[in-house]
T-cell receptor
């Protein structure tokens, strides 16, 4: 059974710092992996999607990497800003279907 | 463009009452998902519709839960009778195809007293 773990559960950093969020999964046979952002009282917004054949994806200050063999993904946020404060969730799709298995998220606070 | 629209945003009701949550997916999307989010269990898929047909309802916790999608632009999730342990945030999401990125609504925060 696929399980997704995110460590740490919470992170607080000063503005301007580069940071890394971690996601691990138990079964390397994934179809893709997504990183989502969730703001308080809001739904999830998809940030980056990495197909199983890819190693990384970039969008602005965000870079997500995928190492299937080790069951790990990282989300790198460069030059963090207070507006980056949110909960970040990763989710894996175990086949080409619809089913996503979510981690419990990392709650990020960027202090001004 | 309008995103996924859910109503109500908040619902507080007493145990035993019927609760109906509503969702309008993004126009043109043929896949619709209902999720439940709690601190203890995180995000869980309750049911998945494709072209208005329920494909996977294995996540529906009990017979007290039911979901319908009478047409491509509307879905409901009903709990009858409601219990305090049903308190959670319920999200609806839609996608163009089942395996495409999902777009989430802002959720319904449900409190059962």
């Amino acid at each position: 059974k696929q399980e997704v773990t995110q460590i740490p559960a919470a992170l607080s950093v000063p503005e301007g710092e580069n940071l890394v969020l971690n996601c691990s999964f138990t079964d390397s046979a994934i179809y893709n992996l997504q990183w989502f952002r969730q703001d308080p009282g809001k739904g999830l917004t998809s940030l980056l999607l990495i197909q199983s054949s890819q190693r990384e994806q970039t969008s602005g200050r965000l870079n997500a990497s995928l190492d299937k063999s080790s069951g790990r993904s990282t989300l790198y946020i460069a030059a963090s800003q207070p507006g980056d404060s949110a909960t970040y969730l990763c989710a894996v799709s175990v086949d080409s279907s619809y089913k996503l298995i979510f981690g419990s998220g990392t709650r990020l606070l960027v202090r001004p | 463009d309008a995103g996924v629209i859910q109503s109500p945003r908040h619902e507080v009701t007493e145990m035993g009452q019927e609760v109906t949550l509503r969702c309008k997916p993004i126009s043109g999307h043929n896949s619709l998902f209902w999720y439940r989010q709690t601190m203890m269990r995180g995000l869980e898929l309750l049911i998945y519709f494709n072209n208005n047909v329920p494909i996977d309802d294995s996540g529906m916790p009990e017979d007290r839960f039911s979901a319908k999608m009478p047409n491509a632009s509307f879905s409901t999730l009903k709990i009858q009778p409601s219990e305090p342990r049903d308190s959670a945030v319920y999200f609806c999401a839609s996608s163009f195809q089942g395996n495409q990125p999902q777009h989430f609504g802002d959720g319904t925060r449900l409190s059962i007293l």
